[in-house]
């Protein structure tokens, strides 16, 4: 590979490091042709953008970047793919469900909510991992809820004096 061509992939590796805010690395090899066409359909419709690079230009392209990633230099080893997402566990489920099916993708490494996570064991962690929508929708839920049993209550209240004057009126 020419020096100019893997410039050019280490910028746009260091442009990508840099417009996502959530990134993972996996293993992806030993993935049959059919298999690793469904993780990438899989990634496609989910808004996960999956790409296999050389760890040297990967590892360039992080040193070039603005996040600081240098706790992933030692999973650069073997075969490494790069999801980048806009939403922190949507690749964390992805990596699961694909590992019980299939026994790949294994998880390298990630980098979520401006932390570093690395080894397998970091996944389940990774999985519960909420997502900005689904914080704003605990939230929205908090804020509602004291309301909600507000009007119950005086619902409630109001049924049982209702019908304490019923039993009252039906008396005479």
């Known amino acids: 590979m020419k020096r100019s061509d893997k410039e050019t992939i280490i910028d746009s590796l260091t442009e ?3 417009s996502y805010n959530h990134f993972y690395l996996a293993d992806i090899s030993d993935l049959d042709a059919t298999v690793t066409s469904n993780l990438r359909r ?37 075969n490494t793919s790069v999801m980048f997402t806009e939403t922190a566990n949507i690749p964390a489920k992805l990596i699961k469900d694909f590992h019980k099916k299939h026994g790949r993708p294994v998880f390298k490494g990630a980098y979520v909510e401006e932390s570093v996570y690395i080894g397998e064991s970091q996944i389940e962690v990774l999985v519960a991992v909420k997502s900005k929508n689904e914080l ?37």
Do not use: W
């Open 136 to 172: 704003i929708a605990d939230v929205v839920a908090l804020l509602k809820s004291p309301m909600t049993n507000l009007l119950s209550q005086l619902q409630s209240g109001g049924n049982t004096i209702h019908g304490v004057l019923q039993t009252l009126g039906e008396k005479e």
């Open 16 to 18: 990508q490091i840099n």
């Open 42 to 78: 899989t990634c496609f419709k989910q808004d996960v953008k999956l790409v296999v690079t050389k760890n040297t230009l990967l590892r360039k392209a992080f040193e070039n970047s603005d996040k600081e990633v240098q706790e992933l230099y030692d999973v650069l080893k073997g």
